[in-house]
């Protein structure tokens, strides 16, 4: 089992730049990925951005050259800046993380953290 904190969340005006941090109660980072999705009202869950266990990165269209995804192994936590941040960006932010043990496949969600960009 692993635990995974977000905090960073808050509310900025559009143009703005905010930092996630999702702090995991263990080490998880080599394993099939861990990454930040979104969920904004009325909608369905989306990737935002993740990294995979062979350090590659993927980002959604939406958020490709304003937001890093990024890791601290050491501190077992994962970050996402977000910059020049939209109206649009506004939802949920979740961290989730993918652990494979033996033949079995298991994910994580954190609590999420709330995004509000204003105008």
């Known amino acids: 089992q692993v635990q995974l904190v977000e905090s960073g969340g808050g509310s900025v005006q559009s143009g703005g730049s905010l930092r996630l941090s999702c702090a995991a109660s263990?080490?998880?980072?080599?394993?099939?990925?861990i990454g930040w999705y979104r969920q904004a009202p009325g909608k369905g869950r989306e990737l935002v951005s993740i990294?995979?266990?062979?350090?590659?990165?993927t980002y959604t269209d939406s958020v490709k050259g304003r937001f890093t995804i990024s890791q601290d192994s050491a501190k077992n936590t994962l970050y996402l800046q977000m910059n020049s941040l939209k109206i649009e960006d506004t939802a949920v932010y979740y961290c989730?993380?993918?652990?494979?043990?033996?033949?079995?496949?298991?994910?994580?969600w954190g609590q999420g953290a709330q995004v509000t960009v204003s105008s």
């Open positions: 989730s993380a993918c652990e494979r043990i033996g033949l079995q496949t298991y994910t994580y």
């Open positions: 263990r080490y998880i980072f080599s394993s099939c990925g």
């Open positions: 990294i995979r266990g062979d350090s590659t990165t």
